[in-house]
């Protein structure tokens, strides 16, 4: 009898786990560790193997098998796999070096485990392990007392996050009569939920998801944990913190039509501010790139409440990639300060500036007149004229020099091509297994149409009137709101001078 490739995946994934625990075992030699990642490598290979010869959605016991099941613990397990390998010699000799690979390696399954569940009691079982398993690698450091007290406040948040999600599916299950997401998600299931009890369940969903996705007014928790190790921030900001775009995507059709996307639209929105302007004004490398990332979710759930949840993934895999990546590359990290440029190429700048409002204007224009007349879609063709020019400008018409120009426009055009490519090949992939047909209410695009305006039209004014009162403010607000709480700074770790003498010798 030959074995399916949802058993093979199975196998190796609990293979990869058992694992996991018996390294933590004393006896067992450190050695161990390299084999042990090279074990957690096959699972992704499997699913990469299912994703590109499986297109049917498949139902095996409580998992639900389809394209964007497949991509998503191929995402998230890779991550995980890269990270592992990055980690054998960067905390070697660390006292945790044990614990740190068996907790990413059950944080990195059982978050793989939400995105394959089909059953409810499932995912909150798999997402509360990734939850804690986040928890416990934020203070695994146990003889820091910064750790403890980040541990201990992210904790407190997520157990909230958990019981309200744990309160959305036992409202949602109650009222449908079904635990399955399939079954939950029906058309017949959803036409027995009254305006109010769907609206209930999608404002605990949002409230659910907002948390770890340290959005307003909760990225707090995110800004502290600056001072985990960096494969745990890596993993943190690739695999975790981006998963509340994929839980509205799974629940997608809950959402179709309901009110509660503006509630999203306008949390999102300030996070998007907030996250960016932290960004900015803050030195420290860890730092701007949590601000980064709390922009960045803030857009995907903007997209989310919009109703695109294909660029919501889209999104939420790349941003993962990407920013996992500057966390593993942040220890080399210099800031060169660069001087302006001179004022002598002002026309030519100039030139070159109306000539990207041209371009941008037709991409936009090309985009709208080439999708179909929904109300993302003019959204989108804004957004993307505006991200257009925003990118000719920064490299092309402030260039200094024509050969500075030409190579920024190149990289322009094949960073143009390589987008392309990709959305293509996601929507080729992806096509089948998320939603189609989600109605988003106008108001929602309306009001991001008037938000995406208002806040260009303020920053624009802002760069222009850096002396004003209102700049000095908006800037002081954005530093303090970035800013380390007291318990959560150590200038000088007692525990290293402890661990460095011990027992009236060095170490």
């Not at 958990?162 to 939950?184: C, K, P, R, Y």
């Not at 029906?186 to 949002?206: A, F, G």
């Not at 409230?207 to 001072?227: E, H, K, N, T």
């Not at 998320?434 to 988003?440: A, E, H, M, S, V």
Request: hydrophobic share 55%; charged share 10%.
């Amino acid at each position: 009898m030959l074995i399916s490739l949802p058993e093979i995946f199975l196998v190796l994934l609990a293979i990869s786990a058992g694992s996991a625990l018996f390294l933590l075992c004393p006896k067992v030699p450190l050695s161990f560790v390299r084999l042990h990642v090279g074990i957690t490598v096959l699972p992704p290979i499997v699913a990469l193997i299912a994703l590109l010869f499986t297109n049917e959605t498949m139902i095996y016991g409580p998992l639900r098998l389809d394209s964007l099941s497949w991509l998503l613990a191929l995402f998230v397990l890779t991550i995980g796999f890269i990270v592992q390998r990055y980690s054998v010699r960067y905390l070697l000799g660390d006292r945790s070096y044990r614990n740190y690979f068996a907790l990413l390696t059950i944080t990195t399954t059982a978050n793989a485990g939400v995105w394959l569940s089909n059953d409810l009691r499932l995912l909150l079982v798999c997402w509360g392990i990734t939850l804690l398993g986040l928890i416990l690698l934020l203070g695994l450091k146990k003889e820091s007392s910064v750790a403890r007290n980040a541990a201990k406040q992210t904790g407190r948040l997520f157990a909230l996050g958990w019981l309200i999600l744990l309160g959305a599916v036992i409202f949602v299950t109650q009222a449908t009569g079904h635990w399955q997401l399939s079954l939950v998600l029906s058309k017949s299931s959803l036409t027995q939920l009254d305006v109010w009890e769907r609206t209930c369940i999608n404002l605990m969903l949002i409230l659910a998801v907002i948390i770890p996705a340290a959005q307003w007014p909760f990225q707090r928790w995110l800004l502290d944990s600056v001072m985990a190790p960096t494969p745990v921030s890596a993993v943190m900001h690739a695999g975790i913190v981006n998963a509340g775009g994929i839980i509205l995507t799974r629940f997608s059709p809950l959402f179709s039509g309901d009110m509660a996307h503006i509630v999203l639209l306008l949390l999102s929105s300030v996070s998007v501010i907030t996250g960016t302007g932290m960004m900015l004004v803050h030195v420290d490398y860890k730092r701007q790139l949590v601000g980064s990332t709390i922009a960045q979710m803030g857009f995907m759930l903007i997209q989310c409440a919009l109703g695109a949840y294909l660029a919501a993934i889209i999104h939420a895999v790349l941003h993962g990639l990407f920013k996992s990546t500057l966390f593993l590359h942040s220890g080399s990290v210099l800031h060169h300060h660069k001087e302006p440029a001179s004022g002598s190429n002002q026309p030519s700048s100039l030139i070159w500036t109306v000539a990207g409002g041209i371009v941008s204007l037709l991409v936009a224009m090309g985009l709208w007149l080439s999708s179909p007349r929904e109300g993302y879609q003019v959204i989108s063709a804004l957004t993307l004229g505006w991200s257009v020019l925003l990118a000719w400008t920064q490299l092309g018409a402030f260039g200094s020099g024509r050969l500075t120009r030409i190579t920024g426009l190149s990289f322009f055009a094949g960073a143009a091509i390589v987008y392309r490519l990709v959305h293509d090949a996601f929507y080729g992939v992806l096509q089948h297994s998320i939603p189609k047909g989600i109605q988003t209410p106008e108001p929602a695009a309306i009001l991001f149409l008037m938000i995406l305006l208002g806040g260009s039209a303020a920053g624009v004014w802002l760069a222009r009137h850096r002396s004003s009162a209102a700049y000095a403010v908006i800037y002081l607000w954005l530093v303090r709101l970035g800013e380390p709480q007291n318990h959560l700074v150590e200038s000088h770790p007692k525990y290293l001078a402890q661990s460095f003498f011990r027992g009236g010798h060095l170490r």
